[in-house]
């Protein structure tokens, strides 16, 4: 999977911060039930390979993505789980590497033109705006439409269910990501009913036809 297929599943990829392995796959079960396809697990907690281990085995159509992953040994360890895919909240040389030998999709953030820069540098084209909402949000994406016509973003960060919209819109942003879709309260909670229901919305919003 390359990063512009993994970019089109959702219009919104759910950040999900799990620590009770057990919880990995009812939650994933939840997302896959309300048509939503992919799940970002953050690596948090002590059980997060585990958690993508055992979605990847159990649930196969859904494509298990590692997040925060900020070293090259989480990005190896992420892929040996069986993550298809590795997000990171910022670029450095030393995961690029890693994901690069590897053959890995990654997601890494960028918060500035530099950061960007720095991306086309590596030869990449699509990046996590991190943390958005912060990082200039909507605004800051509509101006790095200009020197950056080719670049595809996906926004993370402070973006809650009201504000998928604004975001949505942009012709730069091919989908968005955010914890509100499946919070650690919901999966506290074995709430799976509202992380069902969450999914459902995200999943009449429109197509993330921009990369395909
Ligand atoms: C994160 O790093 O937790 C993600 O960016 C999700 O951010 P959010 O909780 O603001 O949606």
């Given at each position: 999977?390359?990063?512009?297929?993994?970019?089109?599943?959702?219009p919104v990829v759910p950040v999900v911060t799990i620590r009770d392995a057990h919880q990995a796959v009812p939650v994933a079960r939840a997302l896959q039930d309300g048509g939503v396809r992919v799940i970002e697990v953050t690596l948090r907690t002590g059980s997060s390979l585990e958690c993508i281990e055992r979605i990847a085995r159990?649930?196969?159509s859904m494509t298990v993505l590692a997040g925060t992953v900020c070293h090259a040994t989480?990005?190896?360890e992420s892929l040996a789980a069986g993550a298809a895919g590795i997000v990171s909240p910022g670029l450095t040389e030393a995961i690029a590497t890693a994901v690069?030998?590897?053959g890995a999709a990654w997601?890494?953030?960028v918060?500035?033109?530099s950061d960007i820069m720095r991306g086309l540098a590596l030869g990449l084209d699509s990046f996590k705006l991190f943390p958005a909402s912060i990082a200039g949000g909507p605004e800051a994406?509509?101006?790095f439409a200009g020197p950056f016509p080719g670049v595809r973003f996906c926004p993370t960060g402070g973006i809650d269910r009201a504000a998928v919209a604004r975001y949505l819109e942009l012709g730069n942003v091919a989908c968005v990501g955010?914890?509100?879709v499946a919070t650690e309260k919901m999966i506290d909670a074995g709430d799976w009913e509202a992380i069902r229901a969450n999914a459902e919305f995200v999943a009449t919003l429109r197509a993330a036809e921009k990369c395909q």
């Open positions: 999977m390359n990063v512009h297929q993994l970019l089109s599943i959702s159990e649930l196969p989480q990005v190896r690069d030998t590897a997601l890494p953030g918060a500035t033109a994406l509509r101006a955010g914890s509100w």
